[in-house]
């Protein structure tokens, strides 16, 4: 049950976002490579998670036996061996209801450097989906997600955790009013990501002069005028930005690209362009970094990175702590629970057989009755037996079922095979049959789609 759950990681806690690069994935088969290791590590089901701040992989894994996979996941994300105790020292790992626990503080946003961060939900949430289009999750997965996204609507709906300045695009967006309010021009967003979107949304919200138009940039055109159409922007596409930037005072980027996309000779078009006279404010959310370090200390340009924004979200903690109490009740609650929706859902199907079982002897035992002695009973008299003996089926079948569940909820580990091999073999394997047919059916249905 939850107790095959795991999940390994590094985040800001440990680390700060320019070594993270290290630990993230790049290029455009990062969906074979995971189901690769995920057959290397002998784990049944798997999903990536990366953010602007933590790389996490988690995990199911069916072996009665469980071991540190530490080493494992950190040769598979930074492409090389972890020299001894290395991958100990680097990665933190979770363990069953550990694991649990750590992903509902992370969806809900108690895990971030800005408490109560609004884009992490929906970073978990496209985790899941990707794990799902490449037929790596299952069951015990699915029930995880559902529950760490179902706990974070409860803590948005439940507290006052979401409200104000809590969103690290919050913060970035903070040092932009502050710009335009001094200098007034146009602010440029590059890239189509939950950082720009939510940038987007809190500038065209809390902005209404006119002299402060939004520009919408990205790679993909169609997408750059598909997030400008929603907040009254323009759109532009990413080479001609490049080629011949427009007048601008801000500028945001937030993109997937491996290698710095604002260059020194980009960063001179920039600034010879803005109107004001002032250097551009430049802010880079970028893991990796979109705009290069070392060209904005030539250029003396002050860039602020994800590292500034992380420290800012971070003295902004203490001020919002109290108001973390109420949701860290809903994430205990949840816990709480956690076992016994994980118990009625993997072994759902195993109660059902047994269940099954014992009607089906109930109507064996009836129709035997009927051809030896009861030859006489009418229709109405044989349909009244039958429903009989199948309410006294479901009455016999109850008391195990709740015993079962029992100890699938409190027993030890390996209650449930000690039970089995109590009954008849062929009955044994025919609960087995029912209980594994799920997780059977996941492992040779994992394709890569494209």
């Known amino acids: 049950m939850v107790e095959n759950l795991g999940i390994v990681g590094i985040s800001w806690r440990q680390t700060d976002s320019e070594a993270l690069e290290d630990f993230s994935l790049s290029g455009n088969s990062i969906g074979e490579r995971l189901a690769l290791f995920a057959e290397r590590a002998e784990l049944s089901e798997l999903a990536y998670l990366e953010t602007c701040n933590r790389v996490e992989i988690i995990f199911s894994n069916n072996q009665e036996t469980t071991h540190d996979i530490r080493p494992l996941v950190y040769e598979f994300l930074t492409g090389r061996p972890a020299k001894s105790g290395e991958a100990e020292r680097s990665l933190k790992a979770w363990r069953g209801e550990g694991a649990c626990e750590h992903l509902f503080l992370v969806a809900a946003g108690l895990d971030s450097a800005a408490l109560g961060e609004a884009e992490i939900v929906g970073q978990v949430r496209a985790c899941h989906e990707y794990s799902k289009n490449l037929s790596l999750s299952g069951p015990r997965l699915e029930l995880l997600f559902k529950e760490a ?55 065209k919200t809390k902005s209404s002069d006119e002299k402060n138009s939004l520009i919408i940039v990205n790679r993909t055109l169609h997408k750059a005028h598909s997030l400008a ?58 893991v990796p970094a979109n705009i290069e370090k070392s060209a904005c200390e030539r250029l003396n340009l002050k860039r602020i990175g994800m590292d500034d924004i992380v420290n800012e979200a971070t003295a902004n903690r203490e001020a919002r702590l109290m108001e973390t109490a109420q949701a860290r ?11 016994d929706r994980f118990a009625d859902q993997l072994y759902g199907p195993l109660l059902g057989a047994l269940q099954n079982r014992f009607q089906h002897t109930a109507k064996e035992g009836i129709n035997r009755l009927f051809k030896k002695d009861l030859d006489g009973l009418g229709k109405n008299e044989r349909e009244a037996i039958e429903n009989w003996a199948e309410v006294l089926a479901r009455r016999f079948a109850h008391i195990p079922t709740l015993g079962l569940r029992g100890l699938l909820h409190n027993g030890p580990e390996g209650s449930l095979e000690a039970f089995l091999k109590g009954l008849d073999p062929k009955f044994a394997d025919e609960l087995r049959l029912a209980l594994s047919k799920s997780s059977k059916k996941q492992v040779e249905n994992r394709v890569i789609k494209p």
Do not use: Y
């Not at 609507?153 to 502050?178: N, P, Q």
């Not at 007048?247 to 937030?254: K, N, S």
């Not at 609650?333 to 076992?339: K, V």
């Open 329 to 339: 009740h809903l994430v205990d609650e949840a816990l709480s629970r956690i076992h």
């Open 229 to 286: 159409e929603k907040f009254g922007a323009k759109a532009m596409g990413l080479e001609e930005f490049l080629q011949d930037p427009p007048d601008v005072e801000a500028l945001l980027i937030a993109t997937g690209s491996d290698k710095p996309l604002l260059t020194a000779s980009i960063l001179e078009r920039i600034s010879s362009k803005v109107g004001s006279g002032q250097p551009p404010l430049l802010i880079d959310m970028g």
């Open 149 to 203: 996204l179902r706990i974070a609507a409860e803590v948005r709906g439940e507290t006052a955790l979401g409200e104000g300045r809590v969103s690290l695009a919050e913060i970035a967006v903070t040092h932009i009013r502050k710009r335009i309010q001094k200098t007034p021009g146009q602010v440029v967003l590059i890239g189509v990501s939950p950082m720009t979107e939510r940038s987007a949304m809190s500038l």
